[in-house]
């Protein structure tokens, strides 16, 4: 029978016993090795869990680390006593240590995400507005709007309606918000609505010209600058929709 271990079992599983491990192997050199790099071994090991998963994990890998140092390297050994103010101070500035370069980690991924969304975000934008401006076939760009938004949003279902339905009261606005009825829907904290939501499709001089119908994936995020981009795209569609029909034969 096989056993599936996702990532982030594997990397709690090292956050807990890579400790003990590392211990085991340090422990014929306990009176070789100078502390100094006893410690950094413990941290480096913080770092390595604090790369590969998530802050927790290393929290976790950090406090493990910090019992099992003082329980093989800080005296008297095999034991979780500590009888002198340097043990408390070494043991304590492992902990502080670990768990600085834990924050450090954890918010150098959120930028890279963070980097690369935007990125992304704009790769989709540039791509439909170049299509929107050369193609003689509003459709085309409406499609392809239609692609990156049920991606963007991660939405079950997104399509393309010619005229408003009164029924459909959830909306998402130019500014990025989430409307239902006449209230804002708290997008960060309830996730996105179940109900169909509108992006409408407006061009100069405020003519609907039709808009988009998102179905939600439950429990799927949409993050502000997801639905910012969204509308952007939409713009997109509309600047196709308002070419004149000669542009659209040609």
Avoid at 108 to 113: H, I, P, V, W, Y
Wanted: glycine content about 6%; proline content about 6%; charged content about 20%.
């Amino acid at each position: 029978m096989r056993v599936h271990v996702t990532r982030r079992q594997a990397v709690f599983s090292l956050a807990l016993a890579g400790p003990l491990l590392l211990s085991n192997v340090v422990l014929p050199f306990r009176h070789s090795l100078p502390n100094r790099d006893k410690e950094l071994l413990f941290v480096a090991l913080v770092v390595a869990v604090a790369t590969l998963g998530s802050r927790a994990a290393a929290v976790v890998a950090a406090l493990s680390g910090a019992v099992w140092y003082d329980f093989f390297f800080a005296g008297p050994y095999q034991s979780f006593e500590l009888t002198s103010a340097p043990q408390i101070v070494t043991v304590l500035i492992l902990v502080v240590v670990s768990l600085a370069i834990t924050q450090l980690a954890s918010r150098g991924r959120q930028l890279q995400a963070s980097t690369t969304s935007g990125t992304e975000y704009l790769t989709r934008i540039q791509g439909a507005a170049r299509l929107a401006q050369s193609s003689a076939d509003p459709e085309a760009v409406l499609d392809l709007v239609q692609r990156h938004l049920t991606e963007l949003l991660r939405l079950r279902e997104c399509r393309f309606v010619a005229e408003p339905d009164p029924g459909r009261t959830a909306r998402l606005t130019e500014d990025g918000r989430i409307t239902v009825g006449h209230r804002e829907w708290d997008v960060e904290k309830l996730g996105m609505p179940g109900a169909e939501i509108e992006l409408q499709v407006v061009v100069a001089g405020e003519s609907y010209r039709g808009g988009f119908v998102l179905v939600p994936t439950p429990g799927a995020p949409a993050p502000f600058q997801a639905r910012l981009t969204a509308v952007t795209l939409a713009d997109q569609a509309a600047v196709a929709l308002q070419r004149p029909p000669t542009a659209h034969r040609a």
